[in-house]
């Protein structure tokens, strides 16, 4: 395994699994990162999904990754900003505003693999055709249990359902979302005195480790067991009815202060930081400033 496309969402989860995947393997693979243009939320999602999509993106990619960005001599966490992390590792970053632009498929000929951390673009089935003609890896990283969680904020619905667990399922990706055949799993604890968040970034810090392991065993053409999908439900963002019955059985999506001291540790370092303070302020700030009603 050689040449590794990575498709990373604008989200926590998918770049702390893009982080941890490289620094396991920058020095046997050659990565290449791609930054797919998110669609912009629909105004018609539920202010709660639109507020969480302030924490889990705004925040990161308009506060947290600049104030690092600026500090980044003095920030002491185990993580880094795209821009940071990804220079000094050696790694090319792109944005694309069309994954499916058939000349950029073409482009890609020389990966030998082509992975999709929460990528917000459909992969077509031109993409499909052309790399398995081409006896080419084609993978999605999905943080849910496949195939009875296909969809998003699927920890968020195997808590409702009172699940003990929830996994991260590595599967060959087809034209269908989430349905192509599953490789592997990797349960992970649902706690459920954390926020739905929190879960998410939990599970984004085992997720690049997790990858990495399965990129290797396909390297090393170690036989992985393939596990064909069938039909089930694929879930949506919830409605103001779930959302009210998940207030209800205590299940939040966002704890403010647990998610801003997630955030410092994983950038800057503890609350003991020289700079925790002034993170702190600059973070509160800005959800103040941004928040969706």
């Not at 498929?105 to 030998?112: A, E, Q, T, V, Y």
């Not at 999709?116 to 990283?141: E, H, I, M, P, T």
């Not at 195997?158 to 990706?173: D, F, I, P, R, Y």
């Not at 919830?238 to 999506?253: F, R, S, V």
């Amino acid at each position: 395994m050689k040449n590794i496309a990575l498709f990373v969402g604008n989200d926590i989860f998918s770049w702390l699994a893009c982080q941890d995947v490289i620094s396991a393997l920058n020095k046997e693979c050659t990565f290449t990162v791609y930054f797919p243009l998110a669609k912009a939320a629909g105004r018609l999602q539920e202010p709660e999904i639109r507020q969480l999509a302030l924490y889990e993106r705004e925040v990161l990619n308009d506060f947290v990754f600049p104030f690092v960005s600026r500090n980044a001599d003095a920030c002491e966490g185990a993580y880094q900003p795209p821009q940071v992390f990804l220079a000094g590792a050696g790694v090319t970053a792109h944005r694309i505003a069309d994954i499916n632009d058939a000349t950029f498929i073409s482009s890609l000929g020389n990966m030998d693999a082509v992975v999709s951390l929460r990528c917000y673009q459909k992969f077509s089935a031109d993409y499909v055709r052309a790399f398995s003609q081409r006896g080419k890896l084609l993978w999605n990283l999905h943080p849910g249990d496949l195939p009875h969680y296909r969809g998003v904020m699927t920890l968020f619905r195997a808590m409702m359902n009172g699940e003990k667990n929830g996994a991260l399922t590595l599967h060959e990706m087809d034209e269908h979302w989430d349905a192509g055949p599953v490789l592997a799993r990797l349960p992970v604890e649902l706690r459920y005195e954390l926020s739905f968040l929190e879960n998410m970034m939990l599970a984004g810090m085992r997720s690049g480790a997790f990858l990495a392991g399965q990129l290797m065993r396909a390297g090393e053409r170690k036989s992985l067991i393939v596990e064909r999908q069938g039909n089930y439900r694929y879930w949506g963002f919830p409605d103001a009815l779930t959302l009210a019955q998940a207030a209800e059985a205590g299940i939040e999506l966002i704890d403010h202060d647990a998610i801003r001291r997630h955030y410092l540790a994983l950038f800057v370092g503890d609350e003991f930081h020289p700079l925790a303070g002034q993170f702190s302020a600059g973070f509160d700030d800005f959800i103040r400033a941004h928040g969706h009603d």
